[in-house]
């Protein structure tokens, strides 16, 4: 079956994540205006790649809900609306120049003080999409001609190299729909509706999702 285009990949993710039940869809927010996002990449000296346009458009990340606790005060639900597929949470567009700010700072102050070796530096043109929360972003290649590939960017593992992860934002939301209607997935540790990806018997083409 011929692989399906952007928007319809997105559209096709939604709907499956709505069949789970995943807290993402009823927390998404709006998307924002081609426009706007074209200019915003600019002022940050980012080409405005369509991929990136399209991924904001689609929703500009999801509302955060406050926790829900027990009567004993403990946690028992909390912050998943802006899981897709765990370990990824998606960003939104000032949340996604933030974290480039911050790996830019890192990878620049490295470099200062060590030199740069074979470390190989957060490029400026990535911009990150998802975050694993403390595992590295999964980061678009706004300089990429035609479609644009994903990449993690993880200061822990920089001089190991940066291996292309995903051909396209297309394979990223294709391989988290497959994920959820093949059912390698199992519930969140902090929010049991969110689907979370269960490595323990993922096919090897979907290992991307949870391997890097």
């Known amino acids: 079956m011929a692989s399906l285009g952007l928007d319809a990949s997105l559209a096709r993710l939604e709907e499956v994540l709505r069949r789970y039940g995943a807290p993402i869809v009823d927390a998404f927010?709006?998307?924002?205006?081609a426009s706007y996002v074209d200019d915003v990449l600019r002022s940050e000296g980012l080409?405005?790649?369509?991929?990136?346009?399209?991924?904001?458009?689609?929703?500009?990340?999801?509302e955060v809900a406050p926790p829900v606790h027990a009567d004993d005060g403990s946690v028992i639900r909390y912050g998943c609306e802006t899981v897709l597929v765990g370990p990824w949470?998606?960003?939104?567009?000032?949340?996604?120049?933030?974290?480039?700010?911050m790996h830019l700072s890192i990878t620049g102050g490295s470099i200062e003080m060590h030199g740069a070796g074979d470390a190989d530096p957060a490029r400026e043109s990535w911009l990150p999409i998802a975050t694993s929360e403390g595992a590295g972003e999964l980061c678009?290649?706004?300089?990429?001609?035609?479609?644009?590939?994903?990449y993690v960017?993880?200061?822990?593992?920089?001089?190991?190299?940066?291996?292309?992860?995903?051909?396209?934002?297309a394979e990223f939301a294709a391989a988290m729909t497959r994920a959820v209607e093949d059912g390698h997935v199992t519930p969140h540790p902090h929010d049991s509706r969110a689907p979370m990806i269960d490595a323990s018997q993922l096919p090897d083409d979907l290992r991307p999702l949870a391997y890097w």
């Open 29 to 33: 927010r709006p998307g924002l205006d």
């Open 47 to 62: 080409v405005p790649h369509p991929d990136a346009v399209a991924w904001f458009g689609w929703h500009d990340a999801a």
């Open 89 to 101: 949470w998606m960003l939104t567009l000032a949340q996604s120049l933030e974290y480039r700010r």
């Open 140 to 150: 678009l290649d706004t300089a990429a001609a035609g479609a644009a590939p994903l």
């Open 153 to 169: 960017l993880d200061p822990e593992s920089l001089r190991e190299g940066t291996p292309e992860q995903f051909a396209s934002l």
